[in-house]
């Protein structure tokens, strides 16, 4: 897969990109190499991936604790203190080796660490490889409200390399797709029918063009004032969804994929419903996200609560929600106001 140029950093892809970062190594002289691992990745990838480090230069392993939980600025704290103590300076570099929560956070630390360091993100799974590591975003949670905290930032460079799929799981694999099918309907249908017909393309190919298509949104949006907003499609209520499941404890925590894939539902239902978004491609939507995930019945005394979550999601403005939705597939309406009651009829819409 050749070399995808992103608006500051390139994006590099197996073995070249190995050498792009030994290059990179030695061009800026790092005095310090950290690598922010939890304890999955620190067990089935950092040994994948040492061996293709090539430099003489000191490493320092920092590991965190996996999971949506500790991403927030507690986590930072304890990286930022590790880092310290470890002798780490302007001149150190970070690299990120794991999921979302390892890029987002890790990304956050270096731009804030001494006004920031250099970092490089190397995903480890398939929905950080198609979209936490890419287009600049950083930053953790605030409790439960999704990536509250943060700023854009830019790592040197993003390695992609698809073997670490094979130390996620099944799981993991079906939360990335859920971004791919957001890419699929809000710009390229050609990803979204692959999927539907379950023969799909190689997923080096979905990777690839996933990763192209948010970058070529990303430079023509990089501060997300308009096209960008595409991609929270399904985020909006698939985040107040995520939180929700996230703060209960009487039930089980959602991936963000599965999350999402409820709420892209549920926004295909509102803009059916307000855009006249058509209705065999609703139903179209429903029937692909119930083919690959599990149905979670909502219940409908949780509907207060998740709610209460959408009025604290970072794209509101004045206190009004905010949703992106679509008169038809690659075609996109923004900042559309939604009441509360075609919100809770989309989640009814969802559980039958």
Same mark, same amino acid.
């Given at each position: 897969m050749k070399t995808i140029q992103a608006v500051s950093y390139p994006v590099h892809f197996q073995d070249k990109a190995y050498k792009e970062l030994s290059s990179l190594i030695t061009k800026n002289g790092y005095?310090?190499?950290?690598?922010?691992?939890?304890?999955?990745?620190?067990?089935?990838? &950092?040994?994948?991936? =040492?061996?293709?480090?090539?430099?003489?230069?000191?490493?320092?392993?920092?590991?965190?604790?996996?999971?949506?939980?500790?991403?927030?600025?507690e986590t930072c704290i304890g990286v930022w203190n590790a880092i310290t103590e470890l002798g780490g300076d302007r001149k150190s570099l970070l690299i990120t080796l794991g999921g979302g929560v390892i890029t987002d956070l890790g990304g956050f630390?270096?731009?804030?660490?001494?006004?920031? =360091?250099?970092?490089?993100?190397?995903?480890?799974?398939?929905?950080?490889?198609?979209?936490?590591?890419?287009?600049?975003?950083?930053?953790?949670?605030?409790?439960?409200?999704?990536?509250?905290?943060?700023?854009?930032?830019?790592?040197?460079?993003?390695?992609?390399?698809?073997?670490?799929?094979?130390?996620?799981?099944?799981?993991?694999?079906?939360?990335?797709?859920?971004?791919?099918?957001? &890419?699929?309907?809000? &710009?390229?249908?050609?990803?979204?029918?692959? =999927?539907?017909?379950?023969?799909?393309?190689?997923?080096?190919?979905?990777?690839?063009?996933? =990763?192209?298509?948010?970058?070529e949104v990303v430079l023509q949006d990089p501060k997300e004032k308009n096209l960008r907003k595409i991609l929270n499609f399904g985020h909006t209520i698939g985040h107040a969804i995520e939180s929700f499941y996230l703060e209960s404890e009487d039930k089980k925590n959602l991936t963000h994929g599965e999350a999402i894939a409820i709420g892209m539902v549920c926004e295909s239902y509102i803009s059916n419903k307000l855009l006249n978004f058509p209705e065999t491609k609703l139903n179209e939507i429903k029937e692909v996200v119930l083919s690959i995930y599990d149905r979670i019945n909502l219940l409908k005394e949780d509907f207060a609560g998740i709610m209460e979550l959408l009025k604290h999601d970072k794209k509101n403005v004045n206190g009004q929600v905010n949703f992106v939705l679509l008169n038809d597939y690659e075609n996109h309406k923004l900042d559309c106001k939604v009441t509360e009651d075609l919100i809770v009829d989309s989640m009814e819409f969802y559980n039958f």
């Open positions: 005095s310090t190499i950290f690598i922010l691992v939890d304890e999955n990745t620190f067990e089935h990838c &950092y040994p994948k991936f =040492i061996p293709n480090l090539d430099s003489e230069k000191r490493i320092e392993v920092i590991e965190i604790e996996s999971g949506e939980i500790n991403k927030n600025i630390v270096a731009s804030c660490f001494k006004r920031g =360091i250099d970092f490089v993100n190397i995903p480890t799974t398939l929905l950080s490889m198609v979209d936490a590591s890419v287009g600049g975003k950083t930053g953790v949670d605030l409790g439960v409200l999704k990536n509250q905290i943060g700023l854009f930032s830019n790592p040197e460079m993003v390695i992609v390399d698809v073997d670490f799929l094979t130390t996620v799981t099944e799981r993991e694999i079906k939360s990335g797709m859920a971004e791919i099918i957001k &890419y699929g309907v809000t &710009y390229d249908i050609k990803l979204f029918k692959e =999927i539907k017909k379950n023969k799909g393309l190689h997923i080096n190919d979905l990777i690839f063009r996933s =990763i192209e298509i948010k970058n």
